[in-house]
């Protein structure tokens, strides 16, 4: 039996309820009585033991005893209880003392992690600007560190601060790339919220089956963690698809379970209740709905901008509506429409707009209505296609009250075959409600003037133009499903239908075992010769294509000619939006600094170059060092660059590239006839590089016997080439580079101290690129236009999923490597494509570093550079301890296995104070 280590397994693994199981029923020494409570603290809090896990943490900060990184859990769990029970305010003020004292113990990966909780509280309560300062430091802080699993949180934390504010596909990138990042490694906790993330997701496109499948996986991962707060939101949202899939009896008793669920307070329990409202107010249950709102609490007025405590707004409006207290839901559409702007909310915002829109109209103030829904068209492209039928119903409802009933009643129909498209039973139900209050209406249609020109009235368009307004909807249904080829090729048929240019079509479904889904189609079809087959993608393992029977006239050939331009159109939007999923979010590069000659410039480079810009205008040496591959060259070129000599030569040369009895010949030259073989007179590198600079690679690999020739040099500028009898004064500027530590060559005898001393002026130490991973993706950005244009490639961009292997990979031959790497990738990859992962070099794949799994129990680290006596001590210790636990506290037992006498296990506990 294990004590401690078994927590931190099973917390490393995301498995709480493991971990509580563990920490409540273990037994533990005094001396690790502290360490136990701040497991308890943290572990209390993950399970939603929020008292118990408060009542430790203060009992704990008002001691003395706590280390820094002790004090930042408590501060952290503290801070994370304030967050769950919407106490936004409170919940900065600790996670900035847990900042503060994890800094302190010098702790990377705990400021990681303090930050990713900062971040979302910030971008949930104040709005994506006061978060970008933190988002910004975190983000450099996680590439530094380079650990897979915090790598994986962050995109985990982003991905549901885009799903909250309406930016579903960045939400869908963010998850499946945390998931590809913990491939193969077990993390229960961040798996379920990535999986709840996907199905929220999928619920705001209305794909309801994946919904399902992501949402009943989240479940079960949440049950395995014991992640109260993920329990629940996982819970909700299965709930939801259950709720849009038409099962109410299945949703309400999925949204009372996740209710009844730790932690009692806070936005996620006030988001339960608003889903129990919503399914009341669907069935028309308008008491239960206000009991179920009344409810939610809400501690702050701040924590309105909390995701689930603003959307909640939406239903308040919808029950005053539907109570006939039409100024109370106006106001709450104007809260909800203010929260909305805070907080980036763009599917808020369209929501609201299209309710307000609807109790607008249900006060008669239709014209009010008509501009708010002229005011949300430009947001028409990136809703999601259930909102767009929203939009459909309340353009309907809009024109019936405005007397257009058969404009408006085709509108509603369409909303409905939406609805219907999209298997949405709550669309398909208001839908059917708004075209009943139809006849409720007292509204008649004027007839249709016979002077073209009084037609300015929406009621007074003809069949014609009602006509050519149904083909407008459906293409801008067709523009909208770009992305869903089941959606796409129903609209196709669709628009087939009306424009009247074939025999037949229909939209099919084949899967890969030969079967096909007929879903949708008209006329008649007889497949063969004839017969046209458009391919418009997959969804799954289905292939969707529309199949269509052309009539032979010319006006329908010219027509169906018109719509594949059309459909290519479409496909061109959709590679667009494919584009901008591409894009680096997480690490945008933008602007990215740069040196005169292109070369990336970013973290610690940019301080680096400011040292090279300070040193450059005068004549002193300098000295690079670094690992090779690290851009020693590149920096000496700068420093030439930047000084009064930039007009003048720039030589570089490579000791370790000529042969030894070579190389005094030539650095200084020599005369011809000095040396059998020399014919002609050679004026050396030095002479070469005259009032210019000379680069002098691989210093540290010039002989013994021709360093003090190069000492005398830089000693008085002088060179005495070989056949020459008088020396001669050379004004040449030196740069030297070594990749090999010139201190230890000294000690060894391998170079000279004087000439060590002479170079080492000013040094300039470039880290080898593992150390300086926040640099890789603007070297990379950098690597990939320059290798496109060199290539002819167009524009080249790189995707996220790639970039994470390029920033884990630990780049041995540092910056060298990865522009090899990327011109590598450049060169294979067609013109104006997107790199991803399947392009990357195998074996950068193969070695690109997983989550480090749980470390041993039976095993333990000791540093080498510690005192003996108290390493020694510490072993005996743990090994004492883990016997006497192993063998149930039997002294003989655990004596025999630790190979001593029950005396000398006696005396050893007496010494160590067991």
Avoid at 857 to 862: E, F, L, S, T
Wanted: proline residues 4%.
């Amino acid at each position: 039996m294990d004590t401690l280590g078994a927590v931190e397994r099973a917390y490393e693994r995301g498995r709480y309820l493991e971990a509580l199981h563990a920490v409540q029923s273990m037994r533990v020494s005094h001396a690790d009585s502290l360490q136990a409570d701040i497991w308890r603290v943290d572990i209390f809090e993950r399970v939603g033991m929020y008292d118990d896990s408060r009542r430790i943490a203060d009992r704990m900060l008002a001691t003395t005893r706590l280390s820094p990184k002790q004090r930042a859990i408590c501060e952290s769990a503290l801070g994370r209880i304030a967050a769950d029970t919407g106490l936004s305010t409170d919940a900065v003020v600790h996670f900035q003392k847990a900042l503060s004292a994890c800094e302190k113990a010098n702790d990377s990966t705990l400021v990681c992690w303090t930050q990713l909780r900062l971040l979302a509280v910030l971008a949930e309560s104040s709005g994506q600007q006061a978060a970008a300062m933190v988002l910004s430091q975190l983000r450099q802080n996680a590439i530094k560190l380079g650990d897979p699993v915090v790598s994986a949180a962050l995109h985990v934390f982003m991905a549901q601060m885009d799903g909250k504010r309406g930016l579903v596909e960045n939400a869908v990138r963010h998850s499946l790339l945390a998931q590809q990042i913990l491939a193969g490694d077990e993390n229960q906790w961040l798996a379920g919220m990535a999986e709840t993330t996907l199905t929220a997701a999928a619920i705001m496109c209305s794909e309801y089956d994946k919904a399902l499948f992501h949402g009943t996986h989240a479940v079960e991962l949440a049950e395995t963690s014991g992640a109260a707060v993920l329990y629940r939101s996982a819970l909700g949202n299965l709930g939801n698809v259950y709720y849009q899939l038409g099962n109410f009896t299945k949703a309400i008793e999925i949204f009372e379970r996740s209710q009844m669920t730790r932690p009692v307070l806070g936005p996620s329990k006030n988001g339960g209740w608003d889903s129990l409202a919503q399914v009341c107010l669907l069935q028309d249950r308008l008491v239960d709905a206000a009991d179920y709102l009344q409810k939610i609490e809400v501690r702050t007025e701040g924590d309105w901008r909390l995701y689930p405590n603003r959307h909640s707004m939406l239903t308040f409006a919808a029950l005053r509506s539907r109570q006939g207290q039409l100024g109370e839901a106006l106001e709450c559409c104007d809260f909800a429409l203010q929260l909305a702007s805070e907080t980036g909310d763009r599917s808020l915002q369209v929501l609201t707009s299209l309710t307000k829109s609807d109790i607008l109209q249900r006060a008669g103030r239709v014209r009010e209505a008509h501009e708010l829904l002229g005011a949300i068209a430009p947001f028409l492209r990136d809703i999601s296609p259930y909102a767009y039928a929203d939009y459909e119903r309340a353009v309907g409802s809009c024109l019936v009250r405005s007397g257009c009933v058969t404009a408006g009643t085709r509108h509603l129909d369409w909303a409905r075959e939406l609805y219907k498209r999209l298997h949405s039973t709550p669309g398909i139900w208001q839908a059917d409600r708004a075209l009943a209050e139809i006849t409720q209406l007292d509204v008649l249609e004027p007839a249709i003037p016979s002077n073209p020109a009084d037609r300015s009235n929406p009621a007074d368009r003809n069949a014609s133009t009602q006509e050519c307004g149904a083909v407008m909807q459906h293409l801008a249904a067709l523009m909208l499903h770009a992305g869903r080829p089941e959606l796409l090729a129903t609209g196709v048929v669709a628009i087939l239908g009306n424009a009247g240019c074939v025999a037949g079509a229909m939209a099919r479904a084949r899967s890969t075992d030969g079967t096909a889904e007929i879903l949708s189609s008209f006329g008649c079809i007889e497949e063969g010769s004839e017969s046209r087959t458009i391919a418009l993608g997959t969804s799954g393992s289905r292939s969707i294509e529309v199949v269509l029977q052309p009539l032979t006239d010319v006006e329908s050939r010219v027509t169906l000619n018109a719509l594949g331009t059309l459909l290519g159109t479409v496909r061109e939007l959709e590679a667009a939006r494919a584009e901008r999923e591409d894009r680096l979010t997480l690490w945008p590069t933008n602007e990215l600094p740069s040196d005169r000659d292109g070369s990336a410039v970013t973290g610690t480079m940019a301080a680096v170059m400011a040292t090279v810009r300070r040193v450059a205008p005068t004549n002193v040496l300098v000295l690079i060092t670094g690992e090779s591959g690290t851009g020693k060259e590149v920096l000496a070129r700068s420093i030439h660059r930047a000084s009064p000599r930039a007009a003048k030569p720039f030589v570089p040369f490579n000791c370790a590239a000529i042969p030894r009895e070579l190389l005094e010949s030539q650095l200084f030259g020599y005369r011809r006839g000095a040396f059998t073989g020399a014919d002609r007179d050679s004026p050396g590198v030095i002479r070469a590089a005259k009032d210019g600079t000379l680069f002098l690679d691989e210093i540290g690999e010039l002989g013994l016997d021709l360093q003090p020739k190069l000492l005398r040099f830089l000693e008085s500028s002088e060179i005495n080439p070989l056949g020459e009898a008088t020396p001669s004064r050379i004004d040449v500027r030196i740069v030297a580079a070594t990749n090999a530590n010139l201190d230890d060559l000294v000690q060894q005898g391998r170079f000279r101290e004087d000439l060590f001393y002479r170079l080492n002026v000013i040094r300039l130490p470039i880290p080898p690129l593992r150390e300086r991973r926040e640099e890789i993706p603007a070297l990379a950005h950098h690597f990939i236009a320059r290798a496109a244009a060199e290539f002819g490639k167009g524009r080249m961009r790189i995707a996220e999923e790639a970039m994470e292997h390029l920033l884990l990979f630990r780049w041995p031959g540092n910056v060298r490597q990865l522009q090899n790497e990327i011109r590598r990738m450049v060169a294979l990859a067609d013109p104006d494509s997107v790199l991803r992962p399947s392009t990357i070099a195998p074996h950068i794949l193969r070695a690109t570093p997983k989550a480090a799994a749980a470390p041993d129990p039976a095993a333990m680290a000791v540093s080498l550079q510690d005192k003996l006596p108290p390493t020694i001590s510490r072993i005996e210790r743990e090994m004492i301890k883990r016997a006497l636990l192993a063998h149930d506290g039997k002294v003989d037992a655990a004596a025999r296995a630790l190979g001593i006498s029950r005396k000398g296990l006696y005396l050893k506990r007496q010494r160590l104070g067991l």
